[in-house]
Nanobody, 116 residues
Framework: VQLVESGGGLVQPGGSLRLSCAAS????????MSWVRQAPGKGPEWISF????????NYVDSVKGRFTISRDNAKNTLYLQMNSLKPEDTALYYC??????????WGKGTLVTVSS
């Protein structure tokens, strides 16, 4: 099983980034997925969920209206479009698989730094 995130980097406040997560080794199209982030010195924070079919989505309040989760099951890829970024969005962003109420597969993360 592999989840490989990409697309992180340094961006100014108010800017945008699009994260990608390439999945392999399991049936991506049958898996609900989430993004989780971990800010420096803090614990992991779930931020967004998407149903296996790309239907129902959910977000933590702090990113609602700014972040959009999506997926392309034909490409086995999960995305997170992040707009209006704030310094408090600085974190390591992980792609994860939802499995019976838990998160069983994690990528190694991609670092997002929001700073002027």
């Amino acid at each position: 099983v592999q989840l490989v995130e990409s697309g992180g980097g340094l961006v100014q406040p108010g800017g945008s980034l699009r994260l990608s997560c390439a999945a392999s080794g399991f049936t991506f199209s049958s898996s609900d997925m989430s993004w989780v982030r971990q800010a420096p010195g803090k614990g992991p924070e779930w931020i967004s969920f998407i149903d296996r079919g790309g239907g129902p989505t959910n977000y933590v309040d702090s990113v609602k209206g700014r972040f959009t989760i999506s997926r392309d099951n034909a490409k086995n890829t999960l995305y997170l479009q992040m707009n209006s970024l704030k310094p408090e969005d600085t974190a390591l962003y992980y792609c994860t698989r939802e499995w019976y109420g838990g998160l069983d597969y994690w990528g190694k993360g991609t670092l997002v730094t929001v700073s002027s």
